[in-house]
């Protein structure tokens, strides 16, 4: 069996699919695609879209991180299921990871660029836009939360939280959201939890690696992603 993850670290979707390949107990190799790579044909071949991740599964090509994470649940069947076992708990957890992919961490991710590689550009007023979107957001994902934990959606990890972890572990400091999940005790649980979950230790430490790669190749794109 081989298996090869095109990967940037901190790309929070090459996270996502790193956390669930640690939770499935899947050994694969990394190719680390740096920027501008992902224009080159050796990789344009592998997805048209030039974007990471892309896993490649015996000569099979499976591209954009939530269908990796479903595909590396149904052919990994000996650890627990990350989506569960009936209809009913599937659709909450695809339900809670899209509130993630597609609203949560989105604006989350937006904030980051602007405060970050973007040198904040908009401004104050572009900051605050973007910091009222994440406590709107913030507020919908408390509600969603199952009141129960200490997971996303009660007693069993799922892949809503790997969906999850990258931005709420990684991203929200980086953002300077703290204090706004603070003031929210579901999703302060939750990321706790998430925090001393060992398969979400790569979070931290593929930041770590991409600094180290950065300060090798220019010591201001290491102090942008710190």
Request: some cysteine; hydrophobic content about 45%.
């Amino acid at each position: 069996m081989s298996i090869i993850l095109y990967d940037l670290p901190p790309s929070a979707w090459c996270q996502k699919v790193r956390i669930a390949l640690a939770e499935k107990e899947v050994s694969y190799a990394r190719r680390i695609v740096r920027p501008g790579e992902h224009l080159e044909p050796w990789f344009v071949a592998l997805n048209p879209l030039h974007k990471v991740p892309v896993l490649v599964h015996d000569g099979l090509v499976v591209r954009e991180s939530t269908i990796i994470v479903e595909y590396l649940d149904e052919v990994f069947r000996a650890t627990p299921s990350l989506y569960g076992d009936d209809p009913r708990t599937r659709a909450r957890v695809r339900l809670m990871e899209d509130l993630a992919d597609e609203h949560v961490c989105a604006v989350v991710y937006e904030l980051f660029m602007e405060l970050g590689p973007r040198g904040n550009p908009g401004g104050a007023e572009a900051e605050l836009r973007l910091r009222d979107a994440v406590a709107r957001a913030f507020d919908v994902l408390e509600s969603a939360l199952d009141p129960g934990g200490p997971w996303a959606l009660g007693e069993a990890f799922s892949a809503a939280d790997v969906a999850l972890a990258p931005f709420l572990v990684g991203y929200a400091p980086r953002a300077r959201v703290e204090a706004a999940i603070d003031r929210r005790p579901r999703i302060a649980a939750l990321t706790a939890s998430l925090r001393a979950r060992p398969s979400v230790g790569i979070v931290e430490g593929a930041w770590a690696e991409w600094t180290a790669m950065s300060c090798a190749d220019d010591p201001a794109v290491a102090q942008a992603n710190a």
